[in-house]
């Protein structure tokens, strides 16, 4: 009796890689369109792949990028809004690339404790991404710093063995105030994000360039720490007195909402009697009344970025000397409801 033909086995990626002499990783690279390839191995694994007649599986090419990329993600912001825009482009991105995150969250703006870390340290990790305020955070850099991963820091400032994903906080600052002045307004308050991140010294110090260059401006400023509740406060103390601002400018948008909700409760028309603008461009400043004239920091492309940059250098693609970088992305000014010429 004859046998019946078995089913013929279609080639896998193992397979491509023992014809071409190579790793399943560098075939990986090779059919994902990744560099870090030198042309003469790039040319056996195509050869391999057409002998073979081997087609690339989406969900195993999903798993053998999975596999080779592992990435970190430490996080914690008091801001929801500017979290879920954040984590909403690394998942993105992520996805694209076939990429495993691992997430630790600290609570309320403080880092994660140092077990924690530390056990995200030994989890074989390809790369790290700290969002703000943890990239310059002193217990974080020092339990992450020294694995030799690559690491992205975003909105940071000058943290020696990372990539900085940041906006020109300096710049942007400037530009609003500037703005503010142009409508005529020459009272003006400000509030301070977190006096321990860099971003809200650069933004105080853009406020300042603007205020310097012009005359009869009367300034008051109040810190905040980018909290919703510490914007309230902040609203408190620069509304109260003879002679308010017409205009405030908070560092973020949650402040800024904050700052809208006290004038409310003071029976202040916004922004007939008084123009808050604010800075991200989260949903908090679209979800509110009026919607803020705010900066529009590029969250989702900064998240975004920062994968892209540890995949990378994790991948092989971009495997420089690890020393201090940046990325720079665009900003725009977003005008709404919330700003008008002083009355």
Same mark, same amino acid.
């Given at each position: 009796?004859?046998?019946?033909?078995?089913?013929?086995?279609?080639?896998?990626?193992?397979? /491509?890689?023992?014809?071409?002499?190579?790793?399943?990783?560098? $075939?990986?690279?090779?059919?994902?369109?990744?560099?870090? $390839?030198?042309?003469?191995?790039?040319?056996?694994?195509?050869?391999?792949?057409?002998?073979?007649?081997?087609?690339?599986?989406?969900?195993?090419?999903?798993? %053998?990028?999975?596999?080779?990329?592992?990435?970190?993600? %430490?996080?914690?912001?008091?801001?929801?809004?500017?979290?879920?825009?954040?984590?909403?482009?690394?998942?993105?991105?992520?996805?694209?690339?076939?990429?495993?995150?691992?997430?630790?969250?600290?609570?309320?703006?403080?880092?994660?404790?140092?077990?924690?870390?530390?056990?995200?340290?030994?989890?074989?990790?390809?790369?790290?991404?700290?969002?703000?305020?943890?990239?310059?955070?002193?217990?974080?850099?020092? $339990?992450?710093?020294?694995?030799?991963?690559?690491?992205?820091? %975003?909105?940071?400032?000058?943290?020696?063995?990372?990539?900085? /994903?940041?906006?020109?906080?300096?710049?942007?600052?400037?530009?609003?105030?500037?703005?503010?002045?142009?409508?005529?307004?020459?009272?003006?308050?400000?509030?301070?994000?977190?006096? =321990?991140?860099?971003?809200?010294?650069?933004?105080?110090?853009?406020?300042? =360039?603007?205020?310097?260059?012009?005359?009869?401006?009367?300034?008051? /400023?109040?810190?905040? !720490?980018?909290?919703?509740?510490?914007?309230?406060?902040?609203?408190?103390?620069?509304?109260?007195?003879?002679?308010?601002?017409?205009?405030?400018?908070?560092?973020?948008?949650?402040?800024?909402?904050?700052?809208?909700?006290?004038?409310?409760?003071?029976?202040?028309?916004?922004?007939?009697?008084?123009?808050?603008?604010?800075? =991200? !461009?989260?949903?908090?400043?679209?979800?509110?009344? @009026?919607?803020?004239?705010?900066?529009?920091?590029?969250?989702?492309?900064?998240?975004?970025?920062?994968?892209?940059?540890?995949?990378?250098?994790?991948?092989?693609?971009?495997?420089?000397?690890?020393?201090?970088?940046?990325? /720079?992305?665009?900003?725009?000014?977003?005008?709404?409801?919330?700003?008008?010429? @002083?009355?």
């Amino acid at each position: 009796m004859e046998k019946p033909d078995r089913p013929v086995r279609s080639a896998t990626i193992i397979d /491509v890689a023992a014809r071409a002499g190579v790793s399943a990783m560098t $075939v990986s690279r090779v059919i994902n369109g990744r560099d870090g $390839v030198r042309p003469e191995t790039r040319e056996a694994v195509e050869s391999a792949i057409e002998a073979l007649s081997y087609t690339p599986n989406a969900a195993a090419r999903s798993l %053998v990028t999975a596999a080779e990329l592992r990435v970190g993600v %430490v996080y914690s912001n008091p801001s929801a809004a500017f979290m879920s825009e954040f984590l909403t482009g690394i998942f993105e991105e992520a996805s694209t690339r076939g990429a495993r995150l691992i997430l630790l969250k600290g609570e309320g703006g403080a880092p994660p404790p140092r077990p924690a870390l530390e056990k995200l340290a030994e989890s074989g990790l390809s790369g790290i991404i700290l969002a703000p305020p943890l990239g310059e955070a002193p217990i974080v850099l020092n $339990v992450l710093r020294g694995l030799g991963r690559p690491l992205a820091a %975003v909105g940071a400032y000058d943290v020696p063995d990372a990539t900085c /994903v940041r906006i020109d906080d300096r710049r942007a600052a400037c530009e609003m105030t500037q703005y503010l002045l142009e409508l005529g307004h020459r009272r003006l308050g400000f509030v301070l994000g977190n006096p =321990d991140q860099a971003a809200s010294a650069e933004r105080m110090a853009g406020f300042y =360039d603007a205020v310097r260059d012009a005359t009869n401006v009367e300034v008051k /400023v109040a810190q905040g !720490d980018f909290s919703y509740g510490s914007g309230l406060i902040a609203g408190e103390q620069l509304l109260d007195g003879p002679s308010p601002p017409t205009a405030i400018f908070a560092s973020n948008d949650d402040m800024a909402a904050a700052i809208v909700s006290v004038a409310h409760r003071r029976q202040l028309d916004v922004p007939r009697e008084l123009t808050v603008v604010g800075f =991200d !461009d989260t949903t908090a400043a679209v979800t509110l009344w @009026p919607p803020l004239t705010t900066i529009r920091q590029p969250l989702h492309q900064l998240a975004a970025e920062a994968l892209a940059v540890v995949a990378s250098e994790a991948t092989g693609s971009n495997r420089k000397a690890r020393r201090r970088r940046e990325r /720079v992305l665009d900003h725009s000014i977003v005008k709404r409801a919330s700003t008008a010429r @002083p009355a």
